[in-house]
């Protein structure tokens, strides 16, 4: 029978080839020997090792036996997932392969292969045939291959401008600053294009979502798993169709967790186990689940596991590609007591997101001891999985099988969206708390919308509306507040809807998303006119005053500017006064042929935010007061100034900031000819914006290294930063800055001997002046323009 000759398989010593195949080298033949012993603490311990041994073979090497090749012991127990003793230092985000990983070294040794040669593949497979698995081992086996890192994202349960901000933050950088898809993605680009690093992107199911993630360099490559074999087209990757387990590996890991005495020692129940394997399509997650249950029910034969299975898939009555997962879920579900059933139905609510004990206590409103013990029984089960040290999670299927026997639980997802509002409410500024619980926050959100929870859809969104702005969750606040601004329509509160909409133009503004902002400003201004809203006056025009400053429409925006600072005053606002008051000495700063109006109300600007104690504030008007300094040719005021801003940046621990300081010291440092105390602090700076992502800053320190270059004779190296520049200013629209990279490019190729040249770049440079008004910039191209 089927079940004696897989015994005698897994028994009896494998016969010697030698036997019959005279020709073979001794140390081939002695590789085969070991890879085919019995007791795995003598087998070869990784497809690397025979790999590393057939090479040998191979090349030649003079060996008699494969423990001559093989030169380093195997280890006690095979595991496909394990890295290399000298792992590299980069990061290593993938999880685990899971304890019984059986039955994928062929196809985990073609795709360690495949990964060296193509740069994109895709795993492809119908849920619960292993996927996720396989890609873990693979991440594991490569490790060392891959010296700067392995980056994994779940692309199911996280946004793509979330996974970018973290893989970034994997490298130490902070691009949380970055306000756009497209911003994460360019600098997360540059970061990965020299590094030899592997991404891998699970539960793919939008091509157009994968797409911005694609960012390995020529170094790297990219794997992915998806159920779907035209999003892997989509993408062009080498598409790796993931196979059943072969009907000895179900076995196999039938072996694996019950033992091979209760499997294989009775006919019957080896007979059985082949059954099982046979009824749930060889399916690891099918094969796993019913193993655990058998586990957990010692005195339950397979021959009755078999027979419940066959009843199970009868009742369903499910296609072929559902009723193995299905069946088995059913079994594992009717088994659990009512207590389990009913909390993990109710973990249902975090579809398929890690959540901690204490959230899953507060949405089953059970003891938290209770909820523990209970999820401890679950994850023996397999029916939910630990996630690093506190967390848990389910798989995405058994995540949809539990939503189904929840149902319609407004009680359940009422629960779990007040607690996250408490969450929210009591870690505003605990980035450590809020950072694992982003995805689980937004979902809140959602809940509470889909429940018609207007007021708590509110409640949430202004608990954690400054947190998603001050830690760059901006796709998470867009979406927050289009469910809030409907949640404000349906309770009738204009109030409430005037609040929603200034949060999010100011998301917009943040995101250069002016004319979005502006309608949205416009409605929140009307409303608060007609409440006689004085405070929601002063902040909407105010704000409008930004986009017009940012637009280079100054007139307009001090007229709105001025507004604001009315309306404050009248209503006591201290800090949108303050700063109205700093963006209107901005404004002068721009437009005015001197700096006497600029000097006076920033200096005003400064005494409001010290008597509010607005530190940030502070900083920013000891930059610009330096700014009116270094006009003035007053250098060593300016040097105070900015050494001033720096001061504070550090004590508040405002890396940018403090990046901001250096920038201007660079220039004051420069002008002093002091160069190699302005180069030092340049490269500073340069390291902060980098690693932040912020290509503006970024280009601005570079337009001061240029500088430099060309004042210590060296304009050669001076036109090719100068080039560097005015890309990253085309690149990101930046128009005042791109044309004072194209005044320096002027006088560049004037050093150069390249009148013409120098003519082109001062006349583009002026007409980008004239449009943004700009009286300093462009007094500056006349002169050089008359000269």
Same mark, same amino acid.
């Given at each position: 029978?089927?079940?004696?000759? @897989?015994?005698?398989i897994?028994?009896?010593?494998?016969?010697?080839?030698?036997?019959i195949?005279?020709?073979?080298?001794?140390?081939?033949?002695?590789?085969?020997?070991?890879?085919?012993?019995?007791?795995?603490?003598?087998?070869i311990?990784?497809?690397?090792?025979?790999?590393?041994?057939?090479?040998?073979?191979?090349?030649?090497?003079?060996?008699?036996t494969?423990?001559?090749?093989?030169?380093?012991?195997?280890?006690?127990?095979?595991?496909?997932?394990?890295?290399?003793?000298?792992?590299?230092s *980069?990061?290593?985000?993938?999880?685990?392969?899971?304890?019984?990983?059986?039955?994928?070294?062929?196809?985990?040794? +073609?795709?360690?292969? /495949?990964?060296?040669?193509?740069?994109?593949?895709?795993l492809?497979?119908?849920?619960?045939?292993?996927?996720?698995?396989?890609?873990?081992?693979?991440?594991?086996?490569l490790?060392?291959?891959?010296?700067?890192?392995?980056?994994?994202?779940?692309?199911?349960?996280?946004?793509?401008?979330?996974?970018?901000e973290l893989? *970034?933050?994997?490298?130490?950088?902070?691009?949380?600053?970055?306000?756009?898809?497209?911003?994460?993605?360019?600098?997360?680009?540059?970061?990965?294009?020299?590094?030899?690093?592997?991404?891998?992107?699970?539960?793919?199911?939008?091509a157009?979502?994968?797409?911005? @993630?694609?960012? !390995?360099?020529?170094? *790297?490559?990219?794997?992915? &798993?998806?159920?779907?074999? #035209?999003?892997?087209?989509? @993408?062009?990757?080498?598409?790796?169709?993931?196979?059943?387990?072969?009907a000895?590996?179900?076995?196999?890991?039938?072996?694996?967790?019950?033992?091979?005495?209760?499997?294989?020692?009775?006919?019957?129940?080896?007979?059985?186990?082949?059954?099982?394997?046979?009824?749930?399509?060889?399916?690891?997650?099918?094969?796993?689940?019913?193993?655990?249950?058998?586990?957990?029910?010692?005195?339950?034969?397979?021959?009755?596991?078999?027979?419940?299975?066959?009843?199970?898939?009868?009742?369903?009555?499910?296609?072929?590609?559902?009723?193995?997962?299905?069946?088995?879920?059913?079994?594992?579900?009717e088994?659990?007591?009512?207590?389990?059933?009913?909390?993990?139905?109710?973990?249902?609510?975090?579809?398929?997101?890690?959540?901690?004990?204490?959230?899953?206590?507060?949405?089953a409103?059970?003891?938290?001891?209770?909820?523990?013990? #209970?999820?401890?029984?679950?994850? &023996?089960?397999? /029916?939910?999985?630990?996630?690093?040290? &506190?967390?848990?999670?389910?798989?995405?299927?058994?995540?949809?099988?539990?939503?189904?026997?929840?149902?319609?639980?407004?009680?359940?997802?009422?629960?779990?969206?007040?607690?996250?509002?408490?969450?929210?409410?009591?870690?505003?500024?605990?980035?450590?708390?809020?950072?694992?619980?982003?995805?689980?926050?937004?979902?809140?959100?959602?809940?509470? !919308?889909?429940?018609?929870?207007?007021?708590?859809?509110?409640?949430?969104?202004?608990?954690?509306?400054?947190?998603?702005?001050?830690?760059?969750?901006?796709?998470?606040?867009? &979406?927050?507040?289009?469910?809030? +601004?409907?949640?404000?329509?349906? %309770?009738?509160?204009?109030?409430?809807?005037?609040?929603? %909409?200034?949060?999010?133009?100011?998301?917009?503004?943040?995101?250069? $998303?002016?004319?979005?902002?502006?309608?949205?400003?416009?409605?929140?201004?009307?409303?608060?006119y007609?409440?006689?809203?004085?405070?929601?006056?002063?902040?909407?025009?105010?704000?409008?005053?930004?986009?017009?400053?940012?637009?280079?429409?100054?007139?307009?925006?001090?007229?709105?500017?001025?507004?604001?600072?009315?309306?404050?005053?009248?209503?006591?606002?201290?800090?949108?006064?303050?700063?109205?008051?700093?963006?209107?000495?901005?404004?002068?700063?721009?437009?005015?042929?001197? =700096?006497?109006?600029?000097?006076?109300?920033?200096?005003?600007?400064?005494?409001?935010?010290?008597?509010?104690?607005?530190?940030f504030?502070? =900083?920013?008007?000891?930059?610009?007061?330096?700014?009116?300094?270094?006009?003035?040719?007053?250098?060593?005021?300016?040097?105070?100034?900015?050494?001033?801003?720096?001061?504070?940046?550090?004590?508040?621990?405002?890396?940018?900031?403090?990046?901001?300081?250096?920038?201007? /010291?660079?220039?004051?440092?420069?002008?002093? +000819?002091?160069?190699?105390?302005?180069?030092l602090?340049?490269?500073?700076?340069?390291?902060?914006?980098? $690693?932040?992502?912020?290509? $503006?800053?970024?280009?601005?320190?570079?337009?001061?290294?240029?500088?430099?270059?060309l004042?210590?004779?060296?304009?050669?190296?001076?036109?090719?930063?100068?080039?560097? =520049?005015?890309?990253?200013?085309?690149?990101?629209?930046?128009?005042? *800055?791109?044309?004072?990279?194209?005044?320096h490019?002027?006088?560049?190729?004037?050093?150069?001997?390249?009148?013409?040249?120098?003519?082109?770049?001062?006349?583009?440079?002026?007409?980008?002046?004239?449009?943004?008004?700009?009286?300093?910039?462009?007094?500056?191209?006349?002169?050089?323009?008359?000269?």
């Amino acid at each position: 029978t089927s079940a004696a000759t @897989l015994m005698a398989i897994l028994q009896e010593p494998a016969p010697d080839i030698r036997a019959i195949r005279h020709d073979l080298p001794p140390a081939l033949a002695d590789l085969l020997a070991h890879m085919l012993v019995k007791d795995k603490n003598g087998r070869i311990g990784s497809v690397r090792l025979v790999g590393a041994a057939l090479e040998a073979i191979m090349k030649g090497v003079q060996a008699g036996t494969a423990d001559e090749i093989v030169l380093q012991p195997p280890p006690a127990t095979p595991n496909f997932a394990a890295p290399a003793p000298a792992a590299p230092s *980069g990061p290593f985000q993938a999880p685990n392969a899971p304890p019984h990983f059986v039955g994928r070294a062929v196809a985990l040794a +073609e795709l360690v292969d /495949l990964l060296k040669r193509e740069q994109v593949v895709a795993l492809v497979g119908m849920g619960g045939i292993g996927k996720t698995s396989l890609a873990a081992a693979v991440a594991g086996q490569l490790r060392i291959h891959f010296a700067d890192g392995v980056l994994w994202a779940n692309t199911h349960t996280s946004e793509p401008s979330n996974i970018l901000e973290l893989w *970034g933050r994997a490298y130490d950088h902070d691009f949380s600053g970055l306000t756009d898809l497209a911003s994460r993605e360019t600098a997360v680009r540059s970061l990965l294009v020299d590094k030899q690093a592997l991404l891998v992107l699970d539960n793919v199911d939008d091509a157009a979502e994968a797409r911005p @993630l694609l960012l !390995h360099g020529s170094r *790297g490559a990219a794997l992915l &798993t998806t159920r779907n074999l #035209d999003i892997a087209s989509a @993408l062009n990757a080498h598409a790796f169709v993931v196979p059943e387990l072969s009907a000895e590996s179900s076995v196999a890991l039938l072996v694996e967790v019950l033992g091979e005495a209760r499997v294989l020692d009775d006919p019957n129940e080896a007979a059985a186990a082949e059954q099982i394997g046979d009824l749930l399509h060889h399916l690891p997650l099918a094969v796993e689940i019913a193993a655990q249950r058998l586990k957990s029910r010692a005195r339950m034969t397979l021959a009755a596991m078999a027979r419940r299975l066959q009843d199970e898939q009868q009742r369903l009555g499910l296609a072929i590609s559902d009723s193995a997962v299905r069946a088995s879920f059913e079994v594992s579900w009717e088994a659990l007591d009512e207590e389990l059933q009913t909390l993990f139905a109710k973990i249902a609510v975090f579809g398929g997101r890690p959540f901690t004990v204490e959230a899953l206590a507060a949405v089953a409103d059970w003891n938290i001891y209770l909820a523990e013990d #209970d999820l401890y029984t679950l994850t &023996t089960l397999s /029916l939910v999985q630990e996630v690093g040290e &506190t967390r848990y999670k389910q798989h995405p299927l058994l995540a949809d099988f539990a939503a189904e026997k929840l149902g319609d639980n407004d009680e359940a997802n009422g629960r779990m969206a007040r607690y996250f509002l408490k969450f929210a409410q009591e870690n505003q500024e605990n980035f450590e708390a809020l950072d694992p619980e982003w995805e689980n926050l937004l979902a809140a959100v959602q809940v509470a !919308h889909q429940e018609r929870a207007w007021q708590l859809v509110l409640d949430l969104t202004g608990a954690l509306g400054r947190s998603w702005f001050r830690y760059g969750r901006y796709h998470d606040a867009n &979406t927050a507040y289009a469910l809030a +601004e409907t949640a404000a329509q349906q %309770l009738d509160s204009d109030e409430a809807l005037a609040h929603i %909409l200034l949060n999010w133009a100011e998301v917009g503004i943040e995101q250069s $998303r002016y004319d979005e902002a502006w309608g949205w400003l416009e409605t929140a201004v009307n409303i608060y006119y007609r409440l006689e809203d004085g405070t929601g006056i002063a902040k909407s025009c105010y704000f409008q005053g930004c986009i017009l400053f940012d637009q280079g429409h100054y007139p307009d925006a001090e007229r709105e500017l001025q507004q604001s600072i009315a309306f404050a005053s009248q209503t006591n606002e201290k800090e949108v006064e303050a700063n109205a008051t700093e963006q209107l000495a901005r404004v002068y700063f721009e437009i005015d042929d001197n =700096t006497d109006r600029a000097r006076q109300v920033a200096e005003q600007a400064m005494e409001m935010h010290q008597t509010i104690e607005n530190q940030f504030g502070q =900083t920013k008007m000891h930059r610009l007061l330096s700014n009116i300094e270094i006009r003035n040719g007053n250098l060593d005021q300016a040097k105070k100034q900015a050494a001033r801003a720096k001061e504070i940046s550090s004590r508040i621990q405002d890396p940018v900031e403090e990046g901001l300081a250096n920038y201007l /010291l660079v220039g004051i440092y420069s002008m002093q +000819e002091a160069y190699e105390k302005a180069d030092l602090l340049a490269e500073e700076s340069l390291d902060v914006f980098r $690693r932040r992502g912020n290509k $503006r800053y970024e280009a601005m320190v570079l337009n001061e290294i240029s500088l430099n270059y060309l004042a210590l004779g060296n304009p050669e190296k001076s036109l090719e930063i100068t080039q560097q =520049t005015l890309q990253i200013f085309r690149q990101i629209e930046e128009r005042l *800055g791109y044309a004072y990279a194209m005044r320096h490019l002027g006088d560049i190729y004037r050093k150069l001997g390249q009148p013409q040249q120098s003519l082109k770049a001062w006349q583009e440079a002026k007409q980008i002046a004239e449009f943004l008004n700009h009286s300093h910039l462009l007094g500056q191209l006349e002169n050089r323009l008359g000269a």
